[in-house]
């Protein structure tokens, strides 16, 4: 008989809309874990506040969005726990709890804050309490639900870190309450964005989920290729050209060959190129783009799927809280 599943969390910040950067380096890993893992998904609406705290009119908005996103490729509601961070409160009180026992030299070493001391044109108000604590947030995310399994991207790991010395110390001056969570890195393709760069909302350079087949077409027209080509007739190089990456993603394993033969020769010119591109994007994003209209016309299902979502969060989260309270020696409630 199989025993329980390990348990794993992970979170996004909503600082934007998703894109195909997102589908393939991280959704498409964590849709597949489902079956693997008792999963939870949290979208951190406080770690986005850590630098998006003075505009925060579109904050709500990007939640559903992204829920939107995550329930149209995949993650499914019935198995997996979507929630809303701020749903859930037990993260602040644990977060506040684990900030007592973190010594502020494993924050300040933290490369994420090294780099928010480094922007020498950051106003100090961006330098926060709160984003020096970003780690100590994160921490309380994973340790509320005691996860094993964290998929993160590579730049997550100093944050996996500081959460398992936090984890370590609580377990040594108190019971041995939590696990240490392990990071688990995927083998993702790279994808490009439209000018050659990985694709990032910062550089404006994004494919988003929710863009209609018209506007795939147009932004892939605008799309950079091998400068080497100028028109149909000269010899492309594909191995360095960001259309031929997606083509590898998104294209008919068949037709790979042939593009990679015709572009070189300089029989298959980058207008049409990027039109077949275009089209094979369209039919591989279909059953995202039918779900996500769906979803966009039942948006009270969207929110019930986070409250129900933020319910059985709490639950969990609720118990390892009396845990950790009992541990603390906390007067009882
Ligand atoms: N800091 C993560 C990121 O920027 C998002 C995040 C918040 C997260 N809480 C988490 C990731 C908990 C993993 C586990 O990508």
Redesign the pocket.
Known sequence: MAGPKSRL?????PTGRLHLGHLEGTLRNWVALQDEYDCLF?I?DW?ALTDHFEDTSELAATVEEIAIDWIAVGLDPKHSVLFV?SHVPQHAELCLLLSMVTPLSWLERCPTWKDVLAQEDLRDEMRSYGRLG?PV??AA??LAYR?DV????R??LP??EVTREIARRFNNLYDPVFPEPQGRLGEFPAVPGLDGRKMSKSYNNSIELADSPDTIRQKLRGMFTDPAKLRRGDPGHPDICAVFALHRIYSPPERLSAIEAQCKSGELGCVACKQELAENLITALAPIHERRAELDKNRDHVRQVLGEGAKRAQVAAEETLRIVRKAMKLPAR
């Open positions: 969390l992970s979170g996004h910040r949290t951190a770690h961070q970003y947030l994160q995310d994973i996860a964290v998929p993160v991207g730049d997550q944050h996996l």
